[in-house]
C-alpha cells in the first residue's frame, strides 16, 4: 500500500533525512520520501501490516523531530 500524509512543524531537512533514514529500517517498509520543502511524506509498506508499520513510524519521527506531526 502506498500513501501520503501532510507533515506538519518539520523544522530542517536535515532532520527529513534523518527521519528517512530511520523509517527505512522498520520492517515492511518499502519505500519512503520525506520532502521537506513540500511537508509531505510519501511511504509504501506492507498491505497486512500497514497501520502497525505507521505506529512505529510516528514514533521514529518523534525521536528525530518531536514537534513533528503526521497529518492522519
Known amino acids: 500500500m502506498k500513501k501520503k500524509f ?3 512543524d518539520l ?5 527529513a533525512r534523518k527521519m528517512e533514514d530511520a523509517i527505512r529500517k522498520i520492517d515492511g517498509v518499502k519505500d519512503i ?3 521537506f520543502m513540500a511537508q509531505k511524506l510519501s511511504i509504501e509498506a506492507d498491505d497486512d501490516r500497514f497501520d ?4 512505529e513510524v510516528i514514533k521514529a519521527c518523534k ?3 518531536p514537534d513533528c506531526n503526521i497529518l492522519m
Open 63 to 65: 525521536k528525530v523531530e
Open 11 to 15: 523544522d530542517c531537512a536535515n532532520c
Open 52 to 55: 502497525e508499520i505507521m505506529k
Open 6 to 8: 501532510d507533515l506538519e
Open 33 to 35: 520520501n520525506i520532502s
